[in-house]
Every structure is written in C-alpha cells, then in structure tokens.
C-alpha cells in the first residue's frame, strides 16, 4: 500500500462499516478541539477560597478536641501556635469540602487492612475518619483519666495520647489510630504551612517563622547570592493578605 | 450499544509528551490524525498562570494535575503470595492526566542512557559473568547509535540547558565524561547554580570524582524551538514536579508543541473521552480502532487505521490486557509478555545541616543541579560487589516547599515543641544530597488484572506486584555511602542518612518513573513491541512511552521516552506508511 491508500478517507467521505445502524454523530459533551489552540482568557483558574464563614464541618465539642490536639502537634513559643495560625479552621474548610469527602480516592470494597506497604485502606473518607476518631479518644480518655475528655487533660497527658495514637498503642473503637494520627498530623502541617487561601497559616505566620516567601515566581536577582541569609516578605496566591485581618480563629 | 464514528488515519490514544510528539510528526507527514485523550484541555495562560501556578496544598497534595484513583488505580502487593489491595489515594508515584500528561509536571531532569544501558544483559553477562537466577533483564532492541539522533531531537524540541560532555568522541571539560557519543552540544547552556551544588561539585570534585551540571528543561536563556515555539528564561520560582509551570520555562507538551499543532488542519484532539479498549478485527492481527467513553456514558467507535497508545505507561499496559492483545506474562512459567519486566527506581538521600549557611532552597528549579555520574550503569567496577547497574548521586536545589521539603536532624520528635524549633533553625541552614539508582527486571515484579477490584466502567483493575530485590538493595546502599561520602565533605554540622531499605512501599512518594510491562524485544517469544515500538502481534498498533523499557536505568525515563518517540515515528513515516506491516520480521 502507498501512503496515499492509509489517508484514503477523510472524514466527510468516511463509510460505515455494514452492519451499523447508529446514526453519525459527533459526541455531543466531549469536546473537540481543532484549528486553533483555545484559551480562555481572564479567568485563569483561581483557588477555591476557604471564607472566614462560621463552622462549617466540626461540632463545637470536636472544635475543642481538634484546637487542643493541633495544639500539642505545634504548640505555642515564640511564635502562633497551630490554633492560632488558624490550623483549626482550615481543617474545617478542608473536611467540609472535597477532601473530606475522598472524592478523588478509590473507595471501592472489599476492604482489608493490608500491609503497611500497601497504604490507606480505611473504608472511612478523612471527613468521617475524623468525626469517629474524635468521638472514639474522647471516649478513650473518658475510660483512662476518670470521665475527662481530651480537651481537659494536661499537656502532658495530652501528649501521652498523642503518642499512644501515633505509635497505634491506644486502640480505638472503630477506627484505626495510627491511620487517624497520621492523617491529622499531616493535615496539620498543610494548615500551618500551605497557602493561606486555604484558611491557614494566617498572616502567612507559618512561612515567616522559617523563612519561606510563598508564592513568589521569579528569584532571578538571588541565583548569585551564594550562603546569605535573605529576608524576603513573603506573598500569598491570595495577595499580601487572604481574607483579611480579624479571621476568627475559632 | 457503540455508536460508529468516521474513520480517521491515526488515532492516539492519551495526549500527553509522546502522543503530541506523534501527533505533530504524522500531521506533518499529511495524515489525518484524531487524538482521545481522557482528560481536559490545559494551557498556560488559562490553567498555570503565575498568580496561582505556586499552590503547594492545591497542586501537590490535593493532586489537580494527577490521575483520581477514583476513576481508575492499580492494586498492589509486594509478592505473587499477597493479596493486591487497592493504591485508594496517590503516593509512592503521580501520574498526570488532562492535556499534557505527566508532562506538565514534570521536573525537566533530561537525560540520555548510557551506551552500555541498552546492553544490560550481554555486556553485564560478558564483563560479571552470569547473572542472577531471577533476575530477568534483557537487552534493548536499539543501541545508543542507534537513538543519537533521536535524542538529540528531543532535546532542541525542548530546548534543553546542559554542558556536553563527549562530543563525537572527544571528551569535553565540565560536562559528564562518562556519557555516549553526542553529536552536537546541548541547545542552551547551563543553569547558574545557587550556593548548595556549588558546595556539591567543590566537594566531589575534591573527592576525585566528575561533577557537571545537570541537563534541565528549565530554560537557562530564551530559547526559540525547530517549530518556531518560544520559551522563556527559568526563573527559579521551585514549583517544577507535581506543579505546571506558569511561565512558559519548562519544556511541555504546551510549550514546545501544541501552538503549532492545534493550529494544523488535519489534526483533531477530543478531550473527556476515555479509551475502553482497542478493537481487533476478527484475525487478530489488527486493530480497527477503538471503543471509548464520553462523560455522559455514550460509548462511541472509532475507527482508525494506525492506533498509537500513548497513555501513561500503566494505563499502556492496561489497555492491552483489557483488550486481550498479546499473551499476558506468567510469572510461575515465565511465558507471556504483556506485563513482563516491570521496574521502577530506587532512591534514597543525605540531609545536612549547617550552623553557618543559608541555602535558601525556595530559590530553586527543577532540573537545578549538580551531578556526578561516577556510579552509575556499568561507569565502575561491579566486580565483587554484588549487584550490577548503578544511578547518580546528585546535589539538586529543586525547591523549598515547606509542607514537603523540610528536613530536621536525625532524632527529632515528628510533632511537638522541639519539631517546631528545629523546624525554625534547619529550614534555611540545610541542604542535601540524592541519589537516583537502577531497578532491574526480576521474574516476580510484573504487570496483570486484579481478579477482584474493578475501576468506574467495571473493567479489572492493572494488579501491580512488585519489591526491590537484593540487587537494589546492594546497589543503593553503595550509592548511599558514597552520597554519605560527599556530604560529609560539604562539612556539615551534622547530617542524616535516608536509607532505602526494606520492602518496596507504595507510601511514600519516590518518583514517578515506572518502566516496563510492554517491553521492546529483539523477538515476540520476549517482548511486546519491536525497536520501533510496533506491537509483535497487531503491526498497526505502536506503543509509545517508559513501558518498552526492559529494565530501568539510572536515570529520569523522559529524554528516552521522547528519543523512542521520535525514533518510532520517524519508522513510520519512512517505513510504515509505505508498505503498512511489521517493521521487523519475527
């Protein structure tokens, strides 16, 4: 066959095949792109903002149990503590949405808890992970500190739980601790550390504690300053400032 | 039921690096060619621009740029005696998805194979001696003389910044002297490195050792492409790998390609359409075209004459084994090959860290870097040590994210007052030193469907099993010690050592270099595709992508990936398209 013969048919002389009876059309939702490299201008694709809104996922009693447990994973010094850098709210806005929901996980059974190797197989998406780890260490410190819940321990009981869950010594009702634990402590540090449109890291007081000056895109004028220290204000996608000052932090 | 479309000439399945590269070389050549890609249209200005490109929560861990396992993943167990279970969230790798692939977040780490690579098993075996019972490595079909100039079309198509090291034979200061034969220089220079592989290459070097700078596709000037695309200069922003980039500095399928591509007339890109399965006519032995998707749940035909499968490597492999082309692999008999010899990398790294010197690692890019390649491949002497192949151990400034780039001296509580304060006094005093090494093939590490868990239109799941073997093992600690080796002369204060020992873990990321599972063969009793990536048993199909890999080397995949590309479709414009049928005789 010559070349000719593989591009014999362009597309309005194109024949169907015997046998079919659909009719010829082209996909209606799929789209078709050609002719042209398609933009859409002014609207690049902005960040879900999280808003200085009321609670929207977390009970008043899981608010208190998450502002003190955050608190222990980065307490107050001389810099916020995690509460404070509105950890708190952003894990609010974060399991209300769609992490919370796991929507973009495989959620599919049969369930088994496998190999560490093999990674996250709780059948509990972040949202309701957290809302029964809540309820299950409160219950927990109840049993082990005389009817007290975890909010009211001392720190330093609060930090034998913490690293009872961590190390999967405490065992839960129903859920895994150490698949709690990790998952808090990670999104504990997304809250201090990520952008503060996310509701986070307010004043971008995360990235001015070690030095990071967030969403900056060009450092062209700082290849060349080899082993010195420079202190560069920090930027969020969201401007200088996310929502403003004055965010309730709880 | 299907509904039947008109037929087009080429039909490409997935529209990320290597289906743009094959777009844009058969549309060149006059043929109509239709691409099916499963995600949505992305373009810099709309979808990466600067004021919102830099989003680590976003783009990192909330994973816009990657695959949703909820669509489709892989199930996964460490050997052929456990049960596969479900990779539910992304970790240890992140495929890309919508227009571009993975291309779009990459790093731009460009590089070559080194001759002796495509030679694994002869030259191993002729040097060492015989191999490994299990270990299941083959040699490329192609040689590196054979891929030169395919490389090298790769990298001026991408503009890539580096210093040569061999040109046509003769070595050349500064760059890497261990690698093949180029014939001609990289297209840009390199990048001007920030203070920590300075620190590196003065540190190898004292050790004897030959560091150069790494090629990158982060741009180090204005670059203008063979197809007349420009690029500006990188600059330095650190949100390269699992981020777009908003500045046009990254080579990508969008900024080396589709503004010229998308304006040919003979070519047609339908996005939200994912490919079912590839259809055969009733011998067998061709492919008619394939069923694919919509986002409404119509199910359409598309009848082409030359099917390209261009997906990421694992959906490759999976689209083959749901559309039953090829005998899959059996690890108990060794037979079969759809599947066969999938492979991956082994890494590990040094953290240091100083009392005396800000490193500033947000000032970053990344393929910013020093490298030495010393220990990779067969660069050194494997005569004792237990294990073949090797990878290159590097000083690379990529970023200073703090969510995921923030280092804290060995025997740091994870959590806590003391974590917050070492947190404070590390982020800017630290650094560290990686290394990249070789996974070769071994009998039980391989490609098949899950007898269980199902993806969203009902079709078996790929079922991944796979564990680093003693090789990698060996290999990696050797590695790890000379990284160790080189960190302690960049004199820290003092350093941490991140081991790669163990099972293989789908946790933690590593890299998304998975290689393998429709390997390049010199015959089909071994391989799924022939040296220009034409399916053995179907020759109007061709396989693009890391999946004709053999075994990894020690190296990123993508330059080889791009090289193979360009390499299979210049076959098919000068071969193929002439006399339509196998390119090489079984």
């Not at chain 2, 194979?113 to 299990?134: S, V």
């Not at chain 2, 650190?238 to 046009?248: D, I, P, Q, R, V």
């Not at chain 2, 006094?425 to 007898?451: E, F, I, K």
Request: proline content about 7%; hydrophobic content about 35%.
């Amino acid at each position: 066959m010559s070349r000719k013969s593989i591009s014999r048919r362009g597309f309005l002389t194109a024949t169907l095949a015997a046998g079919s009876t659909a009719p010829l059309v082209l996909p209606a939702l799929a789209r078709q792109y050609q002719g042209s490299e398609p933009w859409t201008p002014d609207v690049a694709m902005a960040p879900e903002r999280a808003t200085p809104a009321p609670a929207k996922f977390f009970s008043p009693e899981e608010r208190t149990f998450i502002e003190a447990a955050v608190d222990r994973l980065i307490p107050k010094d001389e810099w916020p503590s995690a509460t404070e850098a509105g950890v708190a709210h952003f894990l609010d806005g974060q399991l209300a949405g769609a992490f919370g929901r796991a929507e973009s996980w495989y959620m599919q059974g049969p369930w088994e808890k496998g190999e560490d190797s093999q990674g996250f197989q709780s059948r509990l998406a972040p949202a309701p992970l957290y809302r029964a780890a809540i309820k299950a260490i409160d219950d927990h410190c109840g049993e082990k500190y005389g009817g007290r819940k975890f909010a009211d321990l001392s720190s330093s009981d609060q930090d034998d739980v913490l690293k009872g869950l961590e190390k999967g010594d405490v065992k839960l009702k129903g859920v895994d601790a150490k698949t709690f634990f990790t998952m808090l402590l990670q999104n504990t540090i997304e809250g201090f550390f990520s952008d503060p449109v996310h509701g986070g890291n307010k004043d971008m007081v995360g990235w001015k504690m070690i030095g990071f000056p967030g969403a900056r895109y060009d450092y062209r004028p700082y290849i060349s300053k080899h082993n010195q220290k420079l202190d560069i204000e920090p930027v969020s996608v969201a401007g200088v400032d996310s929502f403003g000052a004055g965010t309730p932090s709880k | 039921m299907a509904r039947k479309l008109p037929s087009v000439d080429v039909l490409i399945i997935g529209f990320g690096w290597t289906g743009a590269i094959m777009a844009e070389q058969l549309t060149a050549e006059g043929l109509q060619v239709l691409a099916l890609e499963r995600g949505v249209w992305r373009d810099t200005s709309t979808d990466f621009a600067v004021t919102n490109a830099q989003d680590e929560l976003r783009y990192r861990y909330r994973g816009e740029l990657f695959e949703e396992p909820a669509r489709g993943t892989l199930t996964f167990r460490n050997s052929p005696t456990q049960t596969a279970l479900p990779m539910r969230r992304l970790g240890s790798f992140l495929p890309g998805t919508n227009v571009g692939g993975s291309g779009v977040h990459w790093n731009g780490q460009t590089w070559r194979f080194l001759p002796t690579d495509f030679l694994t098993k002869t030259h191993n075996e002729q040097r060492y001696g015989p191999l490994a019972a299990d270990m299941t490595v083959q040699d490329w079909a192609i040689t590196y003389e054979e891929l030169e100039p395919y490389y090298d079309q790769f990298e001026y198509l991408c503009g890539i910044s580096g210093k040569a090291g061999n040109l046509k034979g003769v070595k050349q200061e500064g760059g890497n002297p261990f690698e093949g034969a180029r014939s001609r220089d990289y297209p840009n220079p390199p990048m001007e490195m920030v203070y920590a592989p300075a620190l590196f290459r003065e540190a190898a070097a004292g050790l004897g050792f030959h560091p150069f700078p790494a090629p990158s596709a982060n741009m180090s000037r204005p670059y203008t492409n063979p197809l007349g695309i420009g690029l500006g200069p990188c600059t330095y922003c650190g949100f390269c790998e699992k981020f777009a980039c908003g500045n046009y500095s990254k080579a990508t399928a969008q900024t080396t390609i589709l503004p010229v591509l998308m304006r040919r007339d003979n070519f047609t890109l339908r996005t939200e359409s994912e490919v079912l399965r590839i259809l055969k006519d009733r011998s067998g032995k061709r492919a008619t075209g394939v069923e694919y998707i919509d986002t409404e749940g119509q199910v359409w035909e598309q009848p082409a004459d030359l099917v390209i499968l261009a997906s990421y490597i694992l959906n490759n492999a999976h689209l083959m084994l749901v559309s039953k082309i090829g005998q899959p692999y059996d690890p108990a008999t060794g037979q079969g090959v759809v599947g066969k010899n999938y492979a991956y990398q082994i890494t590990s790294s040094v953290d240091l860290f100083f009392d005396d010197k800000y490193f500033n690692n947000f000032v970053g890019a990344g393929a910013l870097g020093m490298i030495i390649d010393d220990f990779n491949g067969d660069n050194f002497d494997h005569a004792g040590l237990g294990f073949i192949g090797g990878g290159y151990i590097a000083q690379w400034t990529t970023n200073g994210r703090p969510i995921e780039t923030r280092p804290v001296p060995d025997g740091t509580p994870k959590w806590g007052a003391k974590w917050k304060k070492a947190m404070r006094d590390s982020y800017l005093r630290s650094t560290s030193v990686a290394t990249h090494g070789a996974v070769m093939s071994h009998r039980q590490n391989y490609l098949d469907l899950d007898p269980t868990y199902k993806d969203v239109y009902g079709r078996p799941l790929l079922r991944m099993t796979f564990d680093f073997t003693d090789n990698e093992h060996k290999m990696s600690k050797y590695l790890t010690d000379k990284a160790t080796a080189i960190a302690k002369a960049m004199k820290p204060r003092e350093f941490k050592v991140n081991g790669r020992d163990g099972h293989y873990s789908i946790v933690p990321y590593q890299t998304t270099h998975n290689t393998g599972g429709t390997i390049m063969g010199a015959n089909p009793r071994e391989s799924v595709t022939n040296k220009f990536l034409q399916s053995w048993d179907v020759p109007n199909l061709f396989l693009l992508g890391s999946g004709a890999f053999p075994q990894n080397a020690g190296y990123n995949p993508t330059g080889t990936v791009g090289a193979l590309a360009y390499h299979a479709a210049k076959a098919i414009r000068e071969q193929y398209l002439r006399a339509p049928g196998p390119l090489v005789q079984a």
